[in-house]
């Protein structure tokens, strides 16, 4: 499968909502327009996806961006709380158009070699700084036939986990007080992820959620969190 793919998914009789995404094609072409450390690749890959999952809870035409900014603390021994990530960036518009790009530090033979023996998204996202260092960024700008239009926003995301996913998903429950369940996944040839949530209840959804805690079935979200974090 080289495609990209798509999907919403919402649980009967239920609040949950859900957006499953893959990148293949789109993937595949952005990592190629620069030689990428390994672990920089997947980060990529998984900010890709993030933001393609985020611009699709939103009601808008628009684009979403992801930004990562490093803690400067001019260190050059390689050394994981060195900030070797300078900044990365991906970004989706509601049409499903992507792009991203990174920067990271590679000027010393220690930095060269840090980079060769880390493999996966995490590592690259730990390159930003201890933990709770570091910036990151969701950009959302409004558009109308392609130009902006309206009032751009950004929300400072915290580094309150040592991956991507658990970040975003801590900031879509803290800022817009929907529990979140963010699952990302990047193997260096393609990209995916699940974005499943809680929605607000309106008044006759909440007559149907005390039917259903009537009926037994009062530990829904409880079980879709077990099971969606075994993906």
């Known amino acids: 499968m080289n495609q990209d793919h798509r ?75 060195s900030g070797l990530l300078k900044w990365a960036m991906a970004e989706c518009d509601h049409e499903g158009n992507l792009r991203a790009l990174a920067d990271w530090k590679q000027d010393t033979p220690a930095q060269q070699q840090a980079w060769t023996q880390m493999t996966t998204a ?13 910036v990151m960024f969701i950009n959302i700008q409004p558009l109308e036939n392609g130009h902006k239009s309206g009032q751009a926003y950004q929300g400072i995301v915290e580094r309150s986990h040592d991956n991507l996913a658990d970040c975003l998903a801590h900031y879509q429950k803290q800022s817009a007080q929907i529990p979140t369940i963010i699952k ?6 393609q990209a995916g992820g699940l974005l499943v949530q809680l929605l607000p209840l309106s008044q006759e959804e909440q007559m149907i959620e005390e039917q259903a805690k009537n009926a037994g079935d009062d530990d829904l979200w409880t079980r879709l969190s077990v099971l969606t974090n075994t993906i």
């Open 122 to 134: 995490n590592e690259a996202f730990k390159q930003l700084g201890e933990l709770n260092k570091g």
């Open 184 to 189: 990302l996944a990047c193997d260096g040839l």
């Open 7 to 81: 999907q919403r998914f919402f649980i009967k009789d239920s609040p949950v909502r859900g957006d499953a995404v893959r990148l293949s094609r789109s993937y595949a072409t952005i990592i190629a327009q620069k030689d990428y450390p390994e672990a920089i690749k997947q980060l990529l890959g998984e900010m890709l996806v993030s933001a393609s999952l985020l611009i699709g809870t939103l009601k808008i035409e628009g684009r979403l961006s992801i930004q990562l900014q490093s803690s400067d603390d001019n260190s050059n021994d390689g050394s994981s709380d």
